[in-house]
């Protein structure tokens, strides 16, 4: 089991641009969870998704933020117009099921936005 | 909405000391509470975790109470090592759907 894998580890991308971040759960796995952590700080919920479905959205902007977690594939987390302000590690986790069980994190991927 | 308060944000002890860290929540449906430590540019990991139906846990060095009536619960980590040093997250989730809520997080640091 190769645990939950994101990709890219590291991206870089300039204002404006869009971002597209990739999260495969673990075997198993059909909860997904999206989470961003500031340099320094804590870990903020965005979204939690199954297969094909958002369950709770309510972390994520309104704007410019969007999650899929379809059929076939992995979790994306997709960032359009990125501004500087969007530079974070943003986290994945995957659960077997939703109720209070552990979450496995992926390494993360960092966005830094120039 | 939904809030988990963790305290101190930064913790310094001698190695060997105990180390506690507190957290509250303010949703009282929540019934799961994880703790998870990140050392640095890397992926938190779960250390422990206890349900609603348990005061206290204990594996080895690390222990965690929980007090529902208080919504408060806490990590303890005793004989501390330099290796224990990280950023520790408490984290509160209810069953409707596992929307986890972290706290803040504590850097520890444990001085050889």
């Known amino acids: 089991n190769a645990g939950v894998m994101q990709n890219p580890r590291h991206l870089v991308r300039r204002r404006g641009q869009e971002a597209r971040l990739r999260c495969s759960p673990m075997?198993?796995?059909?909860?997904v969870y999206w989470y961003r952590q500031l340099p320094e700080e804590g870990l903020k919920f965005m979204v939690y998704?199954?297969?094909?479905?958002?369950?709770?959205e309510s972390g994520m902007p309104k704007e410019r933020f969007s999650a899929e977690f379809p059929k076939e594939g992995p979790s994306i987390l997709r960032i359009q117009q990125v501004v500087r302000g969007d530079s974070a590690a943003y986290f994945c986790?995957?659960?077997?099921?939703?109720?209070?069980?552990?979450?496995?994190f992926g390494q993360g991927t960092r966005l830094t936005v120039v | 909405g939904e809030n988990v308060e963790q305290h101190p944000s930064t913790l310094s002890v001698q190695e060997g000391d105990s180390a506690v860290i507190k957290c509250t929540y303010s949703d009282s449906a929540s019934n799961y509470f994880p703790w998870y430590k990140q050392e640095l540019g890397k992926r938190p990991q779960l250390i422990i975790d206890i349900r609603s139906n348990v005061g206290e846990k204990k594996d080895q060095r690390i222990a965690v109470t929980l007090n529902k009536t208080a919504k408060h619960f806490s990590l303890h980590i005793t004989e501390t090592q330099p290796e224990d040093s990280a950023v520790y997250f408490c984290?509160?989730?209810?069953?409707?759907?596992?929307?986890?809520?972290f706290g803040a997080g504590t850097r520890l640091f444990v001085k050889a």
């Open positions: 075997k198993g796995h059909s909860h």
């Open positions: 984290a509160a989730s209810n069953g409707g759907g596992f929307k986890t809520i």
């Open positions: 998704l199954q297969k094909e479905n958002i369950i709770d």
């Open positions: 986790a995957s659960s077997p099921r939703g109720e209070n069980t552990e979450a496995f």
